[in-house]
């Protein structure tokens, strides 16, 4: 059980850092281009960056870590 768990700590640190990485590097996420289409509604784009980056990191970093 603990090697499942470290395992699905790692995965999850390295989904997490890659989204982290591709959300701030302009070629591959056109922020301006989101917030000509989203308009007011743009700022639910950092909630679903925050939610599936930043936090999937340190999840992914708690169980790698508590579970290794």
Known sequence: MH???AS???V???VGLSISVAFWIPRLCNRTRLKEMLG????VVYVVY???GPLLLIL???LALKFH
């Not at 007011?40 to 700022?43: D, G, H, K, L, V």
Request: hydrophobic share 45%; no cysteine; glycine share 10%.
């Open 12 to 14: 999850l640190t390295i």
């Open 40 to 43: 007011s509604r743009y700022p």
């Open 50 to 52: 925050v939610a599936n």
């Open 60 to 62: 992914g970093l708690i």
């Open 8 to 10: 699905t700590g790692l």
């Open 3 to 5: 090697t499942f768990l």
